[in-house]
């Protein structure tokens, strides 16, 4: 048994998801600044910021594959239980989770922070969802340290 995950991931969000909570958070500092004074908004602007840099980081899920899990986010699936694992690029990502889609999914999107992803396919009659799909920065090398962890 390795120590060390094949796999491991965390998907923090882009930079424009990170300028755009960053200008909001400025937008408020600025109006409060400028209704009750200076300090009050710098107050707001280095407290925001940090609250801000607090909640993207702590929101941001963790892709894991472990000798005997696929881990996402707080989501914990055997090994066991995975049929295949494929990567879906942006283009199928949408088709899957679309009008169409099976409702049954266990889904975790993150489209601020990668548009493609991994859908696994489930071997498991006993779990309602009958596949996983999520977003990953590199779904490749996500479904490939899947599809090798499965085979030992």
Known sequence: MTTEA???ERLTPRWWAWL???CLMLMVAIAYGAAFGATVGWSLAGGGALLVIFLLLLTAP???VTDEYLVVDDARLPLRSIASAAAVSSVEMRDLRG???DARLFVALRPWSA???V???LDDPEDPHPAWLF???HPDRLAAAITA???R
């Open 135 to 137: 977003t990953s920065r």
């Open 149 to 151: 962890t499965m085979d």
């Open 99 to 101: 009008p169409s889609a």
């Open 20 to 22: 755009l909570a960053f």
């Open 115 to 117: 548009g493609a992803g």
């Open 119 to 121: 859908y696994v396919q």
């Open 62 to 64: 963790r892709l894991e």
């Open 6 to 8: 094949p796999y491991r």
